[in-house]
């Protein structure tokens, strides 16, 4: 199994496991939710009866929990490993010759212009959300179960590398720093979904500084709010949408490693949307939260 296999399965397993979680309701109150929820959810989950084994396991393995401000540690490793790959891809160094040795050789390339933009982008959303981490969220005594902490560790891990290893044919055919970088003209996909990705994370940064700047579990009543309960997860996903385009080896539609992506963080989201519909719903009523969408206006 070589490197771009390995990630793709590795997205939909993740993918895949995460649904199963949230189908299953002992699950899902145990593990998907945190914070103010985690305390709505533990108190709907506690009957005034005797716990059975099953139970207890679930409780001793749902308590192992970090702080919610670790979620900072998600956008700065992602920063931290573009500057890695940036001095790999650089100097064609021998982290990056072994990663691409274990790739497959008969597979369509991207370019090396698409290769610097999707890392140029990458690294500025990763940029972004550390700076947001780090000014606009409040102390918190929240906190999340360790696996979603370990899960987003490994998500972001795996993003570094799958950002440009479809690449790797064309970034091993030159020993040019920047390639063909500077003498190549964009393509048509970068002038439809660059404007797409710059659009989707100004909305984001928006939606995190209106939430940053309310009181502590208040509803939101911001315009991107009126009709979605989670815009702010919509953006994130049209951010990973225009990514999978961007990254298009030639001949190819998508990026299918960063289709696989988009998958994982279409369902890591949809279920937190869905989690935070039916805790806004709890605590605030169901007028008007049950007629807003969660993500997707028209699809959930």
């Known amino acids: 199994m070589d490197t771009i296999t390995a990630l793709r399965i590795g997205y939909v397993l993740s993918a895949f496991a995460i649904l199963v979680i949230y189908a ?17 959810a533990g108190n709907n989950r506690h009957p005034h009866r005797e716990q059975n084994v099953l139970e207890k396991t679930l409780d001793y393995f749902a308590s192992m929990k970090v702080p919610h401000s670790w979620f900072k540690h998600f956008y700065m490793l992602s920063v931290a490993l573009s500057m890695v790959w940036l001095q790999q891809l650089y100097t064609r160094g021998p982290i990056l010759q072994k990663v691409v040795s274990g790739t497959s050789t008969h597979r369509s390339s991207m370019s090396f212009n698409q290769l610097v933009l999707c890392w140029t982008l990458l690294t500025i959303q990763g940029s972004r959300r550390l700076y947001e981490s780090m000014t606009l969220e409040k102390p918190t005594v929240s906190q999340m179960w360790v696996g979603h902490y370990l899960l987003g560790l490994l998500h972001y891990m795996a993003m570094g590398l799958a950002i440009w290893i479809e690449g790797g044919p064309a970034l091993m055919s030159t020993d040019e720093p920047l390639g063909d970088a500077m003498v190549s003209a964009p393509c048509v996909t970068t002038f439809i979904f660059l404007p797409v990705f ?3 994370s100004g909305l984001q940064h928006d939606a995190h500084f209106y939430l940053s700047s309310l009181r502590k579990y208040t509803l939101p009543t911001h315009p991107a709010f009126q009709s979605i309960v989670s815009p702010h997860y919509t953006a994130e996903c049209a951010i990973y949408f225009s990514f999978m385009f961007l990254a298009a080896p030639g001949g190819q539609v998508v990026n ?8 994982f963080v279409l369902i890591e989201l949809g279920v937190s949307a869905a989690v935070t519909k039916r805790w806004y719903m709890q605590k605030f009523g169901a007028y008007p939260i049950e007629y807003k969408w969660k993500m997707i206006p028209g699809i959930w």
């Open 24 to 40: 299953i309701p002992a699950l899902r109150d145990r593990f998907l939710v945190y914070g103010a929820r985690d305390a709505l």
């Open 198 to 200: 710059l659009l989707a």
């Open 256 to 263: 299918k490693t960063l289709l696989a992506a988009f998958v």
